[in-house]
């Protein structure tokens, strides 16, 4: 076990807003700009734990509304907490389950005093206030929380986005006084969608609540992939510069890359896993289809510059009948692969605001998705949040 949540900015790019920091949290510290692997249901799929730190990761991703319906909070609780059923070792952030607000709409009523849901496992209602969503982080034992917040899709018009600020921040406030102060970051989260007055409100209005970090949320929910980054543009200056700044749900190495420059120190995305198992993989050039034909009898690994034990140990060719073929180790290695693109990514950004050349990373980055067209959606026509829907799936 480390110490309480701190957090420190050790160095800056002197041409752009990137940023490198230290985050510290009870079970260890997190180098940032850092990347967080979503593990909603208390596994990042087709991954162990051992292997996510062996790749690099010292923080990932929970979620507490599906793990209230299933094992439980109070199951997890009496095992140990979520690190220990899960046997992770690193640091944990959990969702508040603000974002199933909005992608299990069709199963939920909505109020100042909370959402009722009706479960997608079985129709039974769970009620998530505030202080059940904090309560129930805490039972998970999160390093970070989220405070529980009112995510409209986009578009939407004024009066709902109204209402959705509103709300955020009244959430909020509860939130913020519904856990306990034991060393645990709290984080808050700003709405507004692409509404800049209402963005600088909620900014306004959630800075001011005084939490341990700050999360862009309200992006990759229905716009375009330049209206996300305009998003985040216009509001990660705007936080406070002393807090981690978190970009929720977003995206692309390229998104990355850009949101970097503009002072973002935390992101988290279905991506990397989900177009693993789909069977598109990042590579340092671009995406490559494994599943497609001309890969059949390829020798050449997938990325000859990437060091990770895909590259390492099979060829293009191999991976192509893994997948074509239906096994299950496709899932497994091509999760590996891509998950090791992200962590090396991070590092090398890290690397590149220690030396003082983010510029130089930044349009390095440009150039190459200028070259190869890159798309800013996955193979499932998403931009990037973990959606559940009716019939329970998942990220």
């Not at 752009?16 to 180098?31: K, Q, S």
């Not at 991976?319 to 962590?343: A, D, F, K, P």
Request: with cysteine.
């Amino acid at each position: 076990m480390s110490g309480p949540f701190t957090f420190q900015v050790l160095g800056r790019d002197p041409k752009t807003g990137a940023r490198r920091g230290r985050m510290t949290t009870p079970h260890g510290e997190v180098a940032t700009p850092a990347f967080m692997p979503v593990g909603t249901a208390g596994t990042v799929k087709a991954m162990t734990p051992q292997e996510l730190a062996g790749l690099g990761f010292e923080l990932i991703l929970g979620n507490a509304y599906h793990l209230a319906l299933r094992p439980g909070e109070e199951v997890i609780r009496g095992l140990g907490g979520l690190h220990r059923f899960m046997g992770w070792e690193g640091s944990i952030l959990t969702d508040s389950g603000g974002f199933q607000v909005l992608s299990l709409a069709d199963l939920r009523s909505i109020s100042d005093q909370g959402v009722a849901f009706r479960s997608h496992l079985d129709g039974s209602v769970l009620t998530m206030t505030p202080e059940r969503s904090l309560s129930i982080q805490d039972a998970l034992g999160s390093d970070i929380v989220m405070a529980f917040d009112d995510c409209p899709p986009l578009p939407s018009g004024r009066e709902r986005l109204l209402e959705a600020v509103r709300r955020t921040t009244l959430w909020a406030a509860r939130s913020r006084d519904a856990f306990p102060t034991d060393g645990r970051a709290v984080f808050g989260i700003v709405q507004g969608g692409d509404d800049w007055e209402l963005r600088e409100r909620s900014v306004r209005e959630i800075t001011a609540l005084g939490f341990d970090g700050y999360a862009i949320g309200g992006v990759s929910v229905g716009e375009s992939a330049d209206r996300s980054r305009s998003i985040a543009a216009f509001t990660a200056p705007r936080l406070p510069d002393d807090r981690p700044r978190y970009l929720m749900g977003m995206g692309t190495p390229d998104d990355l890359v850009e949101m970097m420059a503009l002072g973002c120190d935390l992101f988290d995305c279905v991506l990397p896993t989900r177009n693993a198992r789909n069977g598109t993989l990042f590579t340092t050039t671009g995406r490559l289809q494994i599943k497609r034909r001309e890969f059949a009898d390829d020798p050449r690994p997938v990325d000859e510059a990437c060091g990770c034990p895909v590259c390492r140990g099979f060829s293009r060719a191999y991976l192509r009948h893994l997948y074509v073929s239906g096994e299950i180790l496709s899932m497994r290695l091509n999760t590996m692969h891509n998950l090791h693109q992200y962590s090396d990514l991070m590092r090398r950004a890290r690397a590149a605001i220690e030396a003082g050349r983010y510029s130089d990373f930044l349009a390095e980055s440009r150039a190459r998705a200028a070259g190869t067209g890159n798309a800013a959606v996955d193979e499932e026509g998403a931009v990037g949040r973990s959606v559940s829907i009716a019939g329970g799936k998942i990220e």
